[in-house]
C-alpha cells in the first residue's frame, strides 16, 4: 500500500525555538494533505489542509502564523512549530490522500512526538 | 460532515468476537463509512470501509443496516494485539478531490489473555 513518512519521529527542543516536520508522501503524489495534533488519550485533531501550492486551510481555533504548513511539492508538506512553547508538546501527524484515491482512503505518516522543555 | 457516535471503550478476551457499533444519524445519502485503527504512539491505520450491507476483509467485517444511521465493526477472535482505538468515520463521495476526516471519540478496546 502506499506509504506516508514523516520525519523526525520524535524532537525534544527548547522553549522559543521552531520546529519543522516533514511529511512525504513516498510511492504516490499527493493534492492534499492534512495535518492532525493528538494529545494523551485524546483523539486526532484536525489542523489544517495543505494543498500543493497554495495556502493552507486552518480549522478554527488553529493560529497559522504559529503553525507554518508549507506544502512546496506533490510529494512534500512540512509543518513547523513557530516559537514552540511546552503546550504545543504533542503528536503531530499527517495524511495524504492521492490524485486518484478510488477508495476514499486516506494514508497517514506514523506520527512526530513533539517534546518542548 | 456527519457526526459518529462510539462507545468510548471495550474489553474483550483473546479469541473472542468483537463487535464495535458506531451511531450516524445525519450520514448523508452519498456517504461512506470508514474505520480506522490506532496503536500508541502511531497514526491511524485503515481498517474497512463500507456504503451499505456487509463487506469483508482479511481482517474485519462491517455490517450497515438498510437505514445506515449505524454500523457495526467485527473482529473476528481477537488478538492481544488488537488492543487499540478504532475510529469510526462517515467521508463524503469517493473522487471528490480530498476526503477531510474528522476524528470522533474513538473506541478503546482492550484484549485480555
Known amino acids: 500500500g502506499a506509504v506516508v513518512s514523516q520525519h523526525p519521529s520524535w524532537v525534544i527542543c527548547k522553549s522559543g525555538t521552531s520546529v519543522k516536520i516533514e511529511c512525504r508522501s513516498l510511492?504516490?503524489?499527493?493534492?492534499?494533505m492534512f495535518w492532525y495534533r493528538q494529545f494523551p488519550k485524546q483523539s486526532l485533531m484536525l489542523m489544517a489542509t495543505?494543498?500543493?501550492?497554495?495556502?493552507?486551510?486552518?480549522e478554527q481555533g488553529v493560529e497559522k502564523d504559529k503553525f507554518l504548513i508549507n506544502h512546496a511539492s506533490l510529494t512534500l508538506s512540512t509543518l513547523t512549530v513557530t516559537s514552540a512553547h511546552p503546550e504545543d508538546s504533542s503528536f503531530y501527524i499527517c495524511?495524504?490522500?492521492?490524485?486518484?484515491?478510488?477508495?476514499?482512503?486516506?494514508?497517514f505518516g506514523e506520527g512526530s512526538r513533539l517534546t518542548v522543555l | 460532515l456527519a457526526k459518529t457516535t462510539q462507545p468510548i471503550s471495550m474489553d474483550s478476551y483473546e479469541g473472542q468476537e468483537v463487535n464495535i457499533t458506531c451511531s450516524h444519524n445525519?450520514?448523508?445519502?452519498?456517504?461512506?463509512i470508514t474505520w480506522y485503527q490506532q496503536f500508541p504512539s502511531q497514526g491511524p491505520r485503515f481498517i474497512i470501509q463500507?456504503?451499505?450491507t456487509k463487506v469483508t476483509n482479511e481482517v474485519a467485517s462491517l455490517f450497515i443496516p438498510a437505514d445506515r444511521k449505524s454500523s457495526t465493526l467485527s473482529l473476528p477472535r481477537v488478538s492481544l494485539s488488537d488492543t487499540a482505538v478504532y475510529y469510526c468515520?462517515?467521508?463524503?463521495?469517493?473522487?471528490?478531490?480530498?476526503?477531510?476526516?474528522?476524528f470522533g471519540t474513538g473506541t478503546r478496546l482492550l484484549v485480555s489473555p
Open positions: 468515520l462517515v467521508v463524503g463521495p469517493m473522487n471528490t478531490g480530498f476526503q477531510k476526516l474528522v
Open positions: 495524511s495524504a490522500q492521492g490524485l486518484a484515491s478510488d477508495t476514499g482512503e486516506l494514508f
Open positions: 445525519n450520514i448523508a445519502t452519498n456517504d461512506y
Open positions: 463500507g456504503y451499505k
Open positions: 510511492d504516490f503524489q499527493a493534492t492534499t
Open positions: 495543505s494543498n500543493e501550492g497554495s495556502k493552507a486551510t486552518y
